[in-house]
C-alpha cells in the first residue's frame, strides 16, 4: 500500500469509504457486520489506516458499525473520519449535541479527521451564520483534542466554495471534492483542485469512479485504454488519473464487497501517473462519454438577458445535464433547494426567447420542460 505524507503522519492512498458496505437483503439500513469487518481486515492488513464515517451514512448505521469493527484494532493503528452533517439545515443549530452523539456512535474520544459535511448552495449561509457557531465549536474541539484535523467536503460550485473558505479557509487542514476524469470539466473538478491548491489545501478525493459509472466502459473505450496499458483495469484508469493530480493525498472508494476491495488494494500496490498521451486519451474518453448525454451550453449568457422570468439559463442547464447524465442523484435537487420556487426550471414559459438569441441552437425550452419533469 503507498502512503501519503500529511504533516508528521503517513496516510494510507486508499481509503476506505463507508457509505456503500455490504447490507442484508439488500436493505441499506442494515449492514452485513461479519462481511464488513471481513473488508476491514483485509484493508488492514494490506496497509489501509483511513477510515471514512460519516452521520448519514446506511441510515445513521454506518458510525455505529465502523465504529464497532475498528474497536477490535489499537486506536492508533487507523484514523477515523466523520462529519458534521450541514446537508440537512434542522441539523444547523445542533452542532454540539451532534458531535457528541457521533462520539458515542462510533465508541471513540476523538475523531482524527472531522469534516463539514456537503458545503454547497444549500447550506452555505447556514455554515457562514456565526449564530450556528458550527466554526466556533469545532475549532474549540480541536483545540481540546478531540478532534485532530478540521477539514470540509464540497458538492458545491467553485464560487459557493470560494464563499465557504473566505471564512473558514484558514482553519481547514484538508478538503474533499468530487474528482475523476469525467468532473475534470463536467463539475468544474480542474477548477476546483486549483482553488485547494492556492489555499495550500491538501485534496481527499470522493467518487472516484463516479458511483460506479467509470467502473466499466464501452467496449471500444475499453480497449482503446487496453492498447495504451494491457495490465490495467477500467477501475485504475480512474485512480491512475488522480495519482497524476498534483495536491491529492487520500483517494476514498466506497467498497461494497470483499472483491471490489481487493482488486483495488492491487492498484495501490504501486503509483503510476498518466503520461502526456494516457492524459489525453482519458480525457478524449470522458469527453466522448459527456458528447453523448449533455448539452453543450457555454454560459455566454445570452438567453439570459432574453428570459421574461430571468431564470439563471445556463445554471439550470448544469444541472439539468447533471441530473440527466446520472440519472437523478442528490445534486441538482439540493442545489435547486436553494433557490425560490419562480427560478426553478418548472418556471419557464416555453416561450424560446432565449433559443433566438442561442448560439448553439439549443432546445432550452424542451430541456427545462424534460427537467421539471423529472423532478417530479
Not at 458534521?84 to 474520544?109: H, S, T, W
Not at 485512480?239 to 472483491?259: C, D, E, H, K, Y
Not at 439559463?313 to 447524465?325: C, G, K, T
Not at 419562480?342 to 430541456?367: F, T, W
Amino acid at each position: 500500500m503507498i502512503h501519503s505524507k500529511f504533516g508528521d503522519i503517513s496516510l494510507s492512498q486508499l481509503g476506505m469509504g463507508t457509505m456503500r458496505l455490504p447490507t442484508v437483503d439488500g436493505d441499506n439500513t442494515k449492514i452485513d457486520e461479519a462481511a464488513t469487518a471481513e473488508m476491514v481486515a483485509m484493508a488492514m492488513a494490506a496497509g489501509v489506516n483511513y477510515y471514512d464515517t460519516a452521520w448519514g451514512y446506511h441510515g445513521g448505521q454506518s458510525e455505529r458499525v465502523i465504529g464497532r469493527v475498528l474497536s477490535a484494532y489499537p486506536r492508533e493503528s487507523y484514523y477515523l473520519a466523520s462529519k458534521f452533517p450541514g446537508y440537512d439545515l434542522a441539523n444547523m443549530g445542533k452542532v454540539e449535541e451532534i458531535f457528541e452523539e457521533q462520539l458515542r456512535k462510533c465508541g471513540v474520544g476523538y475523531f482524527d479527521f472531522y469534516l463539514i459535511h456537503n458545503v454547497c448552495e444549500l447550506n452555505i449561509d447556514g455554515y457562514l451564520d456565526p449564530a450556528n457557531h458550527i466554526l466556533a465549536y469545532l475549532t474549540a474541539q480541536k483545540a481540546n483534542g478531540r478532534i485532530r484535523h478540521l477539514g470540509f467536503s464540497a458538492h458545491g460550485s467553485i464560487d459557493t466554495i470560494r464563499r465557504f473558505l473566505a471564512v473558514y479557509g484558514s482553519a481547514m487542514e484538508f478538503g474533499q471534492l468530487q474528482l475523476n476524469y469525467l468532473d475534470w470539466t463536467f463539475q468544474a473538478g480542474e477548477a476546483k483542485a486549483a482553488l485547494l491548491r492556492e489555499w495550500g489545501i491538501p485534496i481527499w478525493v470522493m467518487e472516484p469512479l463516479r458511483g460506479g459509472a467509470l467502473a466499466k466502459l464501452s467496449d471500444a473505450d475499453t480497449a482503446r485504454l487496453a492498447a495504451l496499458r494491457p495490465d490495467e483495469g477500467v477501475p485504475a484508469w480512474a485512480f491512475r488519473f488522480l495519482q497524476s493530480i498534483p495536491g491529492v493525498t487520500v483517494v476514498l472508494s466506497g467498497m461494497s464487497n470483499a472483491a471490489q476491495l481487493a482488486d483495488n488494494l492491487r492498484t495501490f500496490e504501486m503509483s503510476a501517473p498518466l503520461n502526456e498521451a494516457e492524459m489525453a486519451a482519458i480525457l478524449d474518453i470522458a469527453r466522448g462519454m459527456l458528447e453523448k448525454k449533455i448539452l453543450p451550453c457555454t454560459a455566454c449568457r445570452y438567453c439570459t438577458d432574453h428570459c421574461p422570468q430571468g431564470l439563471d439559463i445556463p445554471w439550470l442547464l448544469s444541472l439539468y445535464n447533471e441530473h440527466a447524465f446520472t440519472g437523478g442523484g442528490f445534486i441538482a435537487p439540493m442545489a435547486l433547494s436553494a433557490l425560490p420556487e419562480d427560478k426553478h426550471p418548472s418556471a419557464c414559459l416555453g416561450c424560446r426567447s432565449c433559443e433566438a438569441v442561442c448560439p448553439q441552437q439549443l432546445k432550452i425550452s424542451e430541456a427545462l420542460a424534460d427537467f421539471a419533469a423529472r423532478l417530479g
